[in-house]
């Protein structure tokens, strides 16, 4: 388990599919920017035990053991992309900044990589100013990245560099 002051990240067990299942199908979850997965259990499962060791899913819990959210990594070439997501009745309280704060020290800290990467939704100023406080700077946009609610959306690009990083701000 990676913890931070706030939230805790703790790996996806199979224990935790039910809960990502009602997740991953819920409009509300994702909120208007992100594509609407709609997967089975059964898909979740198939999907995590076809994750190579590069890549994981974690839940974001509040300390009380309240989970509240995901992030996740999988490689790009040499370098590893987040996503994340977050209930709708968390947002805005710094959890999301918190946990992908904890992501990228955990990635900078245990993998050699020089660069972490993100996706946002050009209008996704909630998920840009995310990434801005854990220090990605972004890198231009991505047109026509995403098909969302029966349209080619744009992404911004975001990424922090090793050297930008420097040091972890929340895992010692």
Request: glycine share 8%.
């Amino acid at each position: 388990m990676l913890e931070g002051k706030n939230v805790n990240l703790r790996v996806a067990e199979k224990e935790d599919f039910s809960l990502a299942s009602e997740w991953v199908n819920n409009l509300e979850f994702w909120g208007e920017y992100q594509f609407i997965p709609q997967q089975s259990r059964g898909d979740l499962e198939k999907m995590y035990s076809n994750m190579g060791p590069e890549e994981k899913t974690f839940l974001v819990e509040k300390k009380d053991g309240s989970r509240i959210g995901t992030i996740g990594h999988r490689p790009v070439g040499k370098a590893q992309e987040i996503g994340y997501g977050m209930l709708s009745s968390e947002r805005g309280k710094g959890y999301c900044s918190e946990a992908v704060k904890i992501m990228v020290d955990f990635l900078f800290l245990s993998k050699d990589i020089v660069r972490i990467q993100a996706h946002t939704d050009t209008e996704n100023v909630a998920s840009q100013r995310v990434l801005e406080k854990a220090g990605f700077k972004k890198e231009g946009v991505v047109r026509k990245q995403s098909f969302v609610r029966g349209e080619w959306r744009d992404n911004c690009l975001y990424s922090i560099l090793r050297e930008e990083w420097k040091e972890p701000r929340i895992l010692t």
